[in-house]
Every structure is written in C-alpha cells, then in structure tokens.
Nanobody, 125 residues
Framework: QVPLVESGGGLVQAGGSLRLSCAASGRTFSMYAMGWFRQAPGKEREFVAAISWSGGGTVYADSVKGRFTISRDSAKNTGYLQMNSLKPEDTAVYYC??????????????????WGQGTQVTVSP
C-alpha cells in the first residue's frame, strides 16, 4: 500500500478558493497518474481532474474547467488541486487517487489503485 495523505479542505464562501494537496509517501513509489474525484451526499463518486505525472498533461470535468487547476511537484511526490470561484454545488468529499502503472482512462476511478482518505470541502452560498 502507498499512503496518500490529503490536506487543505475546509469551509469557504461561494466565490472563494481552496487548495488541496495529496502527498504520496514511500520512496519507491513511481507515479504514473494522479486524479481527483469527489462525492457529494447521496451521489456517486465523480471525476474532477487528473494529471499525467511525467508529461504533466491534464484533463478536467466540464463542471470545473476554467475554475480548477491540477498540478504536481514530482520532487515532493505531491499533487495539488487549486479550486477557484467555488460554488455551493462543489460541496463534497474530495479524494485523490494515484496509479503507478499505465492508465488508459484517467477519468475512470477503477483505474486507480491507491486512494487518499478524503477531505471535506464545503461551500456556503
């Protein structure tokens, strides 16, 4: 197992910003891709954003495009999700996910082997 430690969630007003972090521990872990997913109460887990670790290519859900930015610091084995212009509908538990082998569809949660514990993001109107 590769622990993924998330941080940065919290309560913010609509229009505000938060930055989530996801640190992968374990010196031998070689990241292929990292994704962020979220799950609101009563809803299924949904894709938010993903990044290819070596090339840095990114993909976003339409609902967050232009507001969220995913990035990574390879030296620290840490990924980030910068969330701007937050809306009440962004309220959810946010999970980071990582995979060390090839990922054909970064939007598919089943392609990720390692998951963080989740961090709550609440956006008030």
């Amino acid at each position: 197992q590769v622990p993924l430690v998330e941080s940065g969630g919290g309560l913010v007003q609509a229009g505000g910003s938060l930055r989530l972090s996801c640190a992968a521990s374990g010196r031998t872990f070689s990241m292929y891709a990292m994704g962020w997913f979220r799950q609101a109460p009563g809803k299924e887990r949904e894709f938010v954003a993903a990044i290819s670790w070596s090339g840095g290519g990114t993909v976003y859900a339409d609902s967050v495009k232009g507001r969220f930015t995913i990035s990574r610091d390879s030296a620290k084995n840490t990924g980030y999700l910068q969330m701007n212009s937050l809306k009440p509908e962004d309220t959810a538990v946010y999970y980071c996910a990582a995979q060390s082998s090839y990922v054909s569809d970064r939007r598919n949660p089943r392609q990720y082997a390692y998951w963080g514990q989740g961090t709550q993001v609440t956006v008030s109107p």
